[in-house]
């Protein structure tokens, strides 16, 4: 992105605290959430099978060197207790001129409302304005994916836009929220 960042970034560098992320877990783990439907209506995909899971790990394995649009990031959220995987949040390059990022969370429905997402989206937010120099970050999400308006309102993001009827899932029109937060925005409401 820029000489301020490394050129490969390693989120379990950063991410640290009560709930640590960890990059190595079975495609078991993973296809336990992504095969789910009510997760995959909430990314206009359908849901996954385990050889599809098990292609994202080894992708995922490979990791991007963070430079080019379109390298990304994924962070395992695991339960710091037993180290169960919960879920995963992605932070994508969208502009490396820019530095513009995406950040998405996907995590088992059986471990909502405890505080996961917001917390990893938290630390990876934090890896995205400091390590990495973005300059502005930015979600994508269904406006009926309740919990993931509150992670993005807990960050301190603002609703952007609101996008009507713009994909179709199957046979649902779905609508989008945009939600977003500039660099100057984070460190201001992290000295509060």
Not at 153 to 168: K, P, Q
Request: net charge neutral; glycine share 8%; hydrophobic share 45%.
């Amino acid at each position: 992105m820029n000489s301020h960042t490394a050129a490969r970034a390693d989120p379990a560098d950063t991410l640290t605290g009560s709930r640590p992320a960890r990059s190595a877990h079975g495609d078991d783990a993973l296809h336990a959430y992504q095969r789910l439907p009510e997760v995959a209506r909430y990314l206009y995909r359908p849901p996954l099978t385990r050889e599809q899971c098990a292609r994202s790990l080894a992708l995922r394995a490979a990791g991007t060197a963070w430079t080019e649009d379109g390298d990304d990031l994924v962070a395992a959220v695991c339960r710091a207790e037993d180290g169960a995987l919960v879920g995963e949040v992605v932070l994508k390059l969208a502009s490396a001129r820019a530095r513009q990022a995406e950040i998405g969370w996907i995590f088992h429905p059986d471990h909502g409302g405890r505080g996961y997402a917001a917390e990893a989206a938290r630390a990876v937010a934090a890896l995205a304005f400091g390590k990495l120099a973005v300059h502005r970050l930015f979600a994508r999400l269904d406006v009926l994916n309740t919990g993931s308006v509150r992670v993005c309102e807990r960050l301190g993001m603002r609703r952007e836009a609101h996008l009507v009827d713009n994909d179709l899932d199957g046979e649902r029109w779905g609508s989008e929220y945009v939600y977003a937060l500039l660099a100057r925005e984070w460190r201001a409401g992290e000295a509060i």
